[in-house]
Structure formats: structure tokens, C-alpha cells
């Protein structure tokens, strides 16, 4: 999955005139990749720079969110059973303003669709939902685009730093438990 990642990012690169088509189009094949909305963000910013990769993030995502919006009105016991799901994982009664929306967006480990779900829950129409997926799109996008804006600014030097301070983090705050299987710790002869 990374290298397929890869390779697409150098094929925008070298893309020229259709970059940005490129980036936007990836925006909207991001789900079969299974690839996070933040990972295509961040590298918007490294690519175009903060103002045009957030442009073509925020133009990706929301085509990304009416494309969700078509497919899932089109499916509509899967739209039944989403719901039923997200009942049963944030609770019955539970319903979230588009600026919550847009805060829980720029979490990365919530899932970006399941937010657009709750956005068609409280949109009244296609139009309502549009706008509202807009607004909560940009947060997420200026956000991450900016990071990876940051990144790309880096030299190696500073990049190499901050990973030599990031390892000592990653061993002390691992898991530091030891299961060992109770036939290995006795071991039985035969």
C-alpha cells in the first residue's frame, strides 16, 4: 500500500500542467487505496505548498463527500445499515453540529465517511449537505496541508533530529509486557 503510494505521489510530481487533476482525482480513489485523508493532505502541502495543496484538498475531499452522498442515497438499505452501526458505536441520540464534525475531522483515526454519514443524518437536503461538508473540510485541510508544507521545508538534518528524539519516546512508552507460553516456561521432558 505504501509503495503503491509512492508511486502515485511521483507520477503527480512529474504530472506537470495535470498535477493538480492528478492530486484532485486521487483525492477520489483514496478510498480503494485505503489510504487516510491525511496522508493525501499532508501530501498536497508537500507537493503544491500550503495554499494550493489546501485548494486541491478541499476541492478532493468534498468531491469525495458527494460521491459518498450519491452512492449511499442510491444504496438505500446500505444507508440503513450504517446508521444502525453508527447507532450502535456512538449511541442512539447522538448527533453532532457541522463544527463538532469539523473538529472530529481533523482526529486521524476516525473514519472520514462515517462523519459525512453523520452529516447527511442532520442536512435536510443535497444542498445543505454540500455546504456543511465544505465548511467541515477545511479545517482538515489547512491543518494537514500545513504539516506537510512543514515537512517539506525540513532539511535532512532537522528531519534526522527530530526522528533521533522520537526514538527514545517509541522504546519508553512501548508495551512492556512478556507473554510467555506455559509450555515453554516449563518445559516438559520426554
Not at 42 to 50: A, D, P, R
Not at 79 to 107: C, D, N, Y
Not at 173 to 184: A, T, Y
Amino acid at each position: 500500500m505504501e509503495l503503491a503510494g509512492n508511486y502515485i505521489m511521483v507520477f503527480i510530481e512529474t504530472g506537470g500542467l495535470f498535477a493538480p487533476i492528478l492530486f484532485i482525482s486521487f483525492h477520489l480513489l483514496r478510498p480503494l487505496f485505503f489510504l487516510p485523508v491525511v496522508f493525501i493532505c499532508i501530501s498536497g502541502g508537500v507537493l503544491f505548498g500550503t495554499v494550493a495543496g489546501t485548494l486541491y484538498s478541499v476541492i478532493g475531499i468534498t468531491l469525495s463527500s458527494i460521491i459518498f452522498y450519491a452512492v449511499i442515497r442510491w444504496m438505500p438499505k446500505t444507508f440503513t445499515k450504517l446508521v444502525h452501526l453508527k447507532q450502535k458505536l456512538m449511541g442512539r441520540h447522538s448527533e453532532f453540529t457541522p463544527s463538532q464534525i469539523a473538529l472530529l475531522r481533523l482526529v486521524p483515526f476516525i473514519h472520514f465517511h462515517l462523519l459525512s454519514l453523520c452529516l447527511i443524518e442532520i442536512s435536510s437536503n443535497f444542498k445543505d449537505y454540500t455546504k456543511s461538508s465544505i465548511l467541515t473540510n477545511i479545517p482538515l485541510a489547512v491543518v494537514y496541508t500545513s504539516i506537510g508544507k512543514w515537512l517539506s521545508s525540513l532539511s535532512p538534518i532537522h528531519i534526522l533530529m527530530l526522528l533521533l528524539v522520537l526514538l527514545p519516546f517509541i522504546y519508553i512508552l512501548r508495551r512492556k509486557e512478556i507473554i510467555i507460553k506455559w509450555h515453554d516456561f516449563f518445559q516438559v521432558s520426554t
